[in-house]
């Protein structure tokens, strides 16, 4: 597609955030919010996904479909899960901490808390949830951002329990481990009133800045997850799902609108043609496989099942997004419970020709009109077809309502039908939490300085370059980096340690997570006071990293690299101007130099190239006279 005018297409686009919070404990019990390190199940459980009509209410039209689908959930548990994961035990009340950090990011949007926190249950369908639903708690609502000439509103911030981590997926049932179910994690609501893809990722990242300002937030890959909500004016409201890093979105909302203009597009073709619903007329066409090759699939209990689709000869290959066809809008619906071949017009098959003839004309298919095949066991090509014939006749109306799932490239996938808003319960067994204004004022009066604002101050204040306020402003280490410029270090110094000297020690593989703030400081204590030069910081922090129950001043001295004391120097000092009478009577002042050259050689490292430089005259001429200075006598090293 060419150029894209958002404006004339009508986009909106909203997020949802979801990020976990770094609190000690989990929601609703103490179990710790780290992923199990061992990764070693102690215990295993067995659950049937059971949805009872009358707990649901109005029917669920997500629920319903996964229903259908008769599924068996296995969840992993560690040492570190207890009860409340295997809802064996009802939850505690929420956690103090996690309502804390909820209230100060929903301050931090300018939004207005509720008065008093009440959790409710949302019904899960995909077994996420040892009890069937997640617990959410809405903690605040309308708040504002500005981006550029745009105010976008920030509808609400609710905190809740992460679900547990899928593991692995079959048709026979899902793996979830338990270690992450119970996380706490706010949940950030926009309006969808991005209009362009670039905004979209604009808001993104600073929402992403204020929840990082916190400091209380989980860092790394899957500690936030961006939902996204894509409609244009005609087309329809699309959920996508798990997107991980903010790169991506420009280009899943831009793919997006491909899709639904694509969509569009062949909609009015259909109409064009004048193509009326498919017929739910499911034809067994095995017997024009008498013999079971040609078919990929041996046939034995197997059936071959066709159906017609009127008028959508062709479009079985138009393009919907880059690399993904029209075709693979209706196999994704039977990806979930589907496991025989699927067969279609224009695609690569081993059917024979004259076999495909019979089955048209047995089905009565004309040229206009499109043959979906499928082999499987009788019941579930029954459902693949009828799930074709479903996703066929949405393509008459436009664009389904869906939750994707976003795909490596920037392409989506179908994962089921977007929920009803009908899904939400009192939970009984948490106690709602009053909010008092005291709590509020409290939490207002210690905001945090926004990143944005301690990048400004970085440049201003220290004299960091651009790129390095962002680097160390952003990181986890700013608040070490203020704690050590006290020292009276250069901030440049500290700011690439904490940053560029980090990253090439863990690029090289040294344990950098066992360094403590007090490693740093007592380097940077030694630097300070003279003791160490700074092309020692890496080793020193290598050793310190790998036997972390050293000190700096340890790890430096048996590196060698401790500086030489006063009197070492002289000493030192001495012994070469002994050595060279000849040169220092022959050259007199100008042999400062060369000396300067003599003493570095043996000593580089470990003294402070002014320092030797001071004594050398010192020794040499009994003090500096201003004719000296002048001749620039010295090297200054270090
Ligand atoms: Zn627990």
Redesign the pocket.
């Known amino acids: 597609m060419k150029s894209v005018d958002y404006e004339v297409l009508g986009l909106r686009v909203g997020l949802e955030i979801h990020q976990q919070l770094d609190t000690k404990g ?1 929601l ?4 710790p919010t780290e992923l199990s390190k061992s990764g070693q199940p102690t215990y295993e459980i067995h659950r049937h996904l059971q949805v009872s009509e009358s707990e649901l209410g109005e029917i669920d039209r997500a629920a319903l479909e996964e229903a259908q689908i008769k599924r068996r959930f296995i969840y992993k548990g560690y040492d570190t ?5 295997n809802d064996e035990e009802p939850p505690s009340p929420l956690n103090p901490d996690a309502i804390d950090i909820a209230l100060e990011i929903a301050l931090l949007l300018g939004m207005t808390p509720v008065d008093e926190i009440h959790t409710m249950r949302k019904i899960v369908i995909d077994g996420s949830n040892t009890s069937g639903f997640q617990r959410t708690a809405f903690v605040a609502s309308d708040g504002k951002i500005s981006l550029g000439d745009n105010l976008i509103h920030i509808d609400t911030v609710c905190l809740e329990e992460e679900a547990a981590q899928k593991i692995s997926e079959d048709t026979n049932g899902v793996v979830y481990s338990l270690d992450r179910l ?1 996380i706490p994690l706010v949940e950030i609501t926009t309006s969808p009133e991005a209009t362009t893809p670039g905004q979209v990722c604009s808001l993104a990242k600073w929402i992403g800045m204020i929840l990082r300002s916190t400091g209380k937030v989980k860092r790394g890959i899957g500690t936030i997850r961006q939902d996204i909500n894509v409609s244009i004016a005609k087309g329809a409201r699309i959920e996508i799902k798990g997107v991980q890093t903010l790169d991506m979105i420009e280009t899943i909302v831009e793919r997006e609108v491909i899709r639904q203009v694509n969509l569009l597009k062949i909609k009015d073709e259909l109409r064009k043609r004048g193509a009326k619903k498919v017929k739910e007329v499911l034809v067994d066409v095995s017997e024009v496989f008498d013999s079971p090759q040609g078919i990929g699939k041996p046939l034995k209990n197997n059936v071959v099942l066709a159906v017609k689709l009127p008028s959508f000869g062709g479009l079985i290959l138009w393009e919907i997004q880059p690399d993904r066809q029209f075709f693979d809008e209706l196999s994704d619906r039977l990806k979930r419970f589907f496991r025989g071949a699927f067969y279609t017009d224009g695609l690569p098959n081993e059917i024979g020709d004259d076999q495909i003839a019979g089955i048209r004309k047995k089905i009565g298919a004309g040229p206009d009109d499109c043959v979906v095949l499928v082999v499987d066991e009788e019941s579930r090509a029954r459902s693949a077809l009828n799930a074709v014939i479903q996703r066929a006749n949405e393509a008459l109306e436009g664009i389904p309502e869906e939750t994707r799932r976003a795909l490596q490239n920037g392409n989506s996938a179908y994962m089921r039908p977007l929920p009803g808003a009908a899904r939400m319960y009192p939970e009984t067994d948490v106690l709602s939490v009053p909010i008092s204004g005291e709590r509020l004022k409290k939490i207002n009066s210690s905001l945090p300085e926004l990143i944005c604002k301690r990048k400004g101050r970085y440049v201003r204040e220290y004299d960091l370059s651009d790129d390095l306020a962002e680097l160390i402003a952003c990181s986890e280490q700013s608040a070490l980096f203020e704690r050590i410029i006290i020292l009276g270090v250069s901030p440049t110094l500290v700011a690439k340690t904490l940053t560029a000297t980090l990253s090439e020690l863990r690029r090289e593989g040294t344990p950098v997570q066992h360094l403590t703030d007090d490693h740093f400081i007592g380097v940077f204590e030694m630097i300070s006071a003279n003791k160490m030069v700074k092309e020692g910081i890496l080793e020193v922090l290598r050793v310190l990293a790998n036997t972390p129950s050293k000190t700096a001043s340890v790890a430096s001295s048996e590196l060698g690299l401790e500086m030489l004391g006063k009197e070492d120097i002289e000493k030192l000092i001495m012994q070469v101007i002994e050595s060279k009478r000849d040169l220092i009577k022959e050259r007199g002042t100008d042999a400062m130099q060369p000396l300067m050259g003599l003493i570095m050689e043996r000593v580089r490292g470990k003294v402070d190239g002014k320092l030797v430089s001071s004594l050398l005259k010192e020794k040499i001429y009994g003090g500096i006279n201003g004719e000296d200075r002048k001749r620039g006598m010295g090297q200054s090293e270090g």
């Open positions: 989990k609703f019990c103490n179990c899960t207890c009860l409340v994961e119970g």
